[in-house]
């Protein structure tokens, strides 16, 4: 694995920051806010971000997806979390597209995998149940009725559910509920009977819901891979999105940072810029080392989706560990350094500070991810 | 790459037929060869091991063969380099000359230092010390007072060098001295190379806290240096001096995760020394502490990999510039772990009642605290990646 960037991949960032610059500058994310955006994203954003491509990024060419592998997704990811774009290319295009890649039948893909592609179809993952990720500590039922299920229970913290056209929800149809054994994935109509949603705003603005399943029936084709078998396809999934979060992330702390060290430089005291003290620039240097160590860590863990998937549960997890503690620091820092202008809302830094906390919960916080590190590692 | 890939079978089986098993364990310090007029193989395997290496050209692969190297590109170097340390081949030479000086002579030496001291460096001939801190110049490096007179066919050095490695056992040493004191402090360095053996030059062992005494101060009382020893131009050494430091910090970046080192390996300590319930640590702290240290070799060592890459494929990053400051707080972190790991059999200083290995990791830790001060401390590590990668404003300099 290479850990640089083609030529292919570096056109695709230049494309992906100009794109994001002219169409979805942080600007954009304070009005979806202020105007309380009942989508929580930009429908027409969202258009031409399919339009490039993106939506169908980690697709094979046989769906009309670009097929660049997700390298390229981590680069269009790691843009968009340097200007906070609110789109469904997390939710959709990165994890339900991945389900669906990895666990759907012939007939699943070839139905559903254009539309994802064309950005006319968006999906959420309706996985957690409790305030921590805990994604095998699953209490929604899936009874078998006739050649379908039956649905019953609850998720929160799923995002896109109150926007996305389809869920992927995470049943159980055994009796333990803390185990990765009959784990069930279905694909539900976000508009079937019994289903109810509630939106919750977040710290980030961002789109996020929680789901109630009473008596919920879907037909045999919503099942997604084997009944009792989800969590070969979970896991892996989860992998993938942890990853693909861990760009967004990077991109978010390296707005945040570089728009700190301007500042260092700009902002006068005792008559020479504050970033001439050795304070501040020992505390930058700091988290520009934890950067590149995080650059690396990055680059191998998207290049493993692909390559090399068996090494894919350490390196998702060491990426996710590593991105949710550099974007804490950093976005910390970026407030601490930018004194009281850091805390008032007018300045754009508390918007990373508070997307970076929300993206530190998904998919795992730094606690679980070194917690799997360590057990992989055998102690 | 497929070119690669046969030159990686090439050297596979060469290793596999030529390096002697002894040669393939981990290494103590007394077993490692140094070279020099002074040095002595430490067994008959270390000589054959080493007169091997130097002959097919491996000691330093990338350097020319007209100088004694193997004239290879870096990826091939670094072929060797992993092939020798997936059979845990030993380092066949050690030495300052062939990891710092002999990288920065062929940059900046003229064809007859070249061709006299790069051979003699790989062909274990010579031994170097490096005389750049003094008493008086630390972390302030540029201040320092060495002084060398132009007395028209020769130098006249006066002054002392401390934490000069060994150098009651080197033959040379490569000197930083001040031969103009009337301008900026950086512009009257010049870099100069002395024979250990010309009078007026003594050395004095420091012991240090790990109870070893491995660095000295040396003295020059009237030493004359020719001429031809100044490497570059006169009052422009500093630039020599600069292209040296990055060799010695990368080397001092990788020194964790290099040749195999009779040492105890943190995940091996854990085994050994603490209690598992079901498979896992019951110590939720060293726990902890022992993911955090593993998690961040792994992200350093992905990212040695990733400056290789960059490098070969010509793209810029500021990645090499923190290696040293990353890598050696590391080593001191895995010291600290590996005391807390083993508790009380992690303190013995030595007798009985403790392993070799026990004994050893106390006096690596003690040494540990060093790899952050020697090199360019890690302030002045931070100082640099503020100053060259985030370019912020400099407060005046005294």
Known sequence: ?379 | MQDLDEFRQEVRQWLEANCPPSQRQPITPPEQYWGGRRGSFPSEDARIWFERMRDRGWIAPDWPTRYGGGGLSDRESRVIKQEMQRIRARTPLYGIGLWMLGPALLEYGNEAQKQRHIRAIINGESRWAQGYSEPGAGSDLASLQCRAQDMGDHFLVNGSKIWTTAADKCDWIFCLVRTNTEVKKQEGISFLLIDMDDPGISTTPIALISGESEFCQTFFDNVKVPKENLVGELNKGWSVAKALLVHERKLMAEMGSDSPRKVVAPNEAARKYLEFDNGRITDAQLRSDLVDYNMQMHAIALTHFRTFEEKASGVRSAAPLAMKYLGTEAEKTKSELLLAIMGSRGLGWEGEGFTTEELDTLRLWAMSKAMTIAGGSSEIQLNVIAKSVLELPQQAEK
């Open chain 1, 1 to 379: 694995m290479p850990l640089v960037l083609n030529e292919e991949q570096r056109l695709l960032r230049d494309t992906a920051r100009e794109f994001l610059a002219g169409n979805a500058p942080v600007a954009a994310m304070r009005k979806l806010r202020d105007e309380r955006d009942a989508l929580g994203y930009d429908a027409l954003l969202w258009r031409k971000m399919a339009e490039l491509g993106w939506a169908s990024i980690i697709l094979p060419e046989a769906y009309g997806g670009l097929d660049f592998g997700f390298l390229g997704l981590g680069v269009v990811m790691e843009e968009c979390g340097r200007t906070l774009a609110a789109s469904p290319l997390f939710a959709s295009a990165a994890v339900g597209a991945s389900a669906l890649l990895l666990g759907g039948n012939s007939e699943q893909k070839a139905a559903l995998l254009p539309q994802i592609a064309a950005g006319e179809l968006t999906l959420a993952l309706a996985l957690e149940e409790t305030h921590h990720h805990r994604p095998t500590h699953i209490s929604t039922t899936a009874v078998p009725e006739g050649e379908g299920f039956v649905l019953n229970g609850s998720k929160t913290f799923v995002l896109d559910g109150h926007s996305a056209d389809k869920l992927i929800v995470v049943a159980r149809s055994s009796e333990d509920d803390r185990n990765a054994q009959g784990l069930t994935l279905l694909l539900v109509d976000r508009q079937t009977p019994g289903l109810s949603c509630q939106r919750t705003v977040m710290a980030d603005s961002r789109n996020a819901a929680n789901l109630r399943f009473d008596n919920v029936r879907v037909g045999a084709d919503c099942l997604v891979g084997e009944a009792g078998q989800g969590w070969a396809i979970l896991e892996p999934v989860l992998d993938r999105g942890r990853v693909a979060l861990a760009a967004e992330m990077m991109g978010c702390a390296l707005e945040a940072f570089e728009r700190t060290v301007a500042y260092l430089k700009q902002r006068e005291q005792f008559g020479v810029p504050i970033g001439s003290f050795q304070a501040l620039q020992h505390r930058a240097a700091q988290m520009q080392a934890d950067i590149e160590l995080c650059r690396s860590v990055l680059l191998q863990a998207l290049s493993a989706v692909d390559e090399t998937p068996e090494q894919l549960p350490m390196l998702a997890s060491l990426a996710k560990a590593k991105l949710n503690e550099l974007v804490k620091r950093v976005t910390n820092e970026a407030v601490q350094m930018h004194g009281g202008i850091g805390v008032t809302d007018e300045m754009d830094i508390g918007f990373f500070l508070k997307r970076a906390r929300v993206t530190m919960q998904v998919f795992g916080d730094t606690g679980f991810h070194k917690d799997r590190y360590a057990t992989l590692c055998g102690y």
